[in-house]
Structure formats: C-alpha cells, structure tokens
C-alpha cells in the first residue's frame, strides 16, 4: 500500500520539478501577494485534471486530441506573457502590478497546460498498476510540495529583485514556454 502512495509521489514530484507548469507557478507568485489563493487555484487545476486522468485511465488521452491542448496551452501561454509585458508598461514606478484574481489565474494556466501533460499521463498509468486512490494522493502530495516551493521562490524573488525586471522576464518566461508547446 506505501508503494502505491510513494512512487508516484517520487516520480512525479521528480517529473514535475522544473517543468512548465511549475516554472508558471513560480512566476504567477510574483504576481500576487494572495499566496494561498494563488496556490488554491493550481492545486483545484492539478486535483481536476490528474484526478481525472486517474479516474479515466487512458481515456482522456484517447478522447481529447492532444494536438488541440498543446495549441490551447501554448496560446494561453503566450497571452499570458503578452498581457504581462504590457500591463508592465502600465504599472507605476514601483511596479506594483498584481494579479487581478491569483486563483483563477493560477487555475486556468495550469487546467490548460496539464492536460496531455506528461504527468497526467503517468498519473492514468500508475492508476492502472496501483490502488488508484493512494495514486491520486502520492500525485497530489507531489504536487503540493512542489507548487508551494515556486509559490515560496516567487515570494522570495519579489523581496530581492526589482518588480519591473521580474516583470519583464515573466513575460518573456510565459512566451518562451507558449512557443515550446508549438515545437
């Protein structure tokens, strides 16, 4: 039963660490200083689709034509990082800009650019090999840990570095990581 609960918590956590999703993470922190609200609106997104990819197993992948996801994520990116560079322009000298509503950014970002995920998709695997329930939260625990450490960098960052060159290099970060899913 510890099994089923530890490898996906190591191998996803292992996955996870430094991918996209958490390199949005880390960057949405920046944008806020409503921290839990933030990180309430990733975790929804992360229980909705690996919990659903556990549910489902393979179906998803089967159902959703991955092909549409990674434009939809590589879009929502690429605005992202768009609407970051220009709402920068229009903040004050103490680049104040803050994140209009940090759950439902943090959700939206990471519900679209999870799915197809190659996490999600260990998730449904794992869900096929073990108890399906201790999967959902070895994967879940996982995320949270590693979520809550970008959320605590971002933090961090904000306390050390100028707001407008973290700004600046959000933006860039979000079309970076938009034009990857295209490649």
Do not use: C, H, W
């Not at 190591?10 to 996870?16: D, F, K, P």
């Not at 707001?163 to 899913?181: C, D, E, P, Q, Y």
């Amino acid at each position: 039963m510890i099994q089923d609960i530890l490898i996906p918590f190591i191998l996803v956590g292992l996955a996870e660490l430094g991918d996209k999703t958490q390199l949005a993470v880390l960057v949405l922190s920046t944008k806020t200083r409503e921290y839990a609200r933030l990180l309430a609106g990733v975790m929804l997104a992360f229980i909705l689709t690996d919990g659903l990819a556990i549910l489902l197993g393979n179906v998803i992948a089967n159902r959703i034509p991955m092909d549409y996801v990674r434009i939809g994520a590589g879009v929502m990116f690429i605005l992202f990082g768009v609407i970051t560079l220009v709402n920068k322009d229009e903040e004050d000298e103490e680049g104040t800009y803050e994140l209009k509503s940090p759950f439902m950014s943090g959700f939206g970002l990471i519900l679209v650019s999870e799915m197809g995920d190659k996490t999600q998709l260990a998730s449904a695997l794992f869900a096929t090999q073990y108890n399906p329930v201790m999967v959902f939260i070895g994967v879940i625990l996982a995320l949270f840990l590693l979520s809550s450490m970008a959320v605590y960098i971002g933090k961090m960052l904000m306390e050390k570095i100028n707001k407008n060159t973290i700004s600046r290099a959000a933006g860039v970060l979000f079309i970076v990581i938009g034009i990857s899913f295209f490649l």
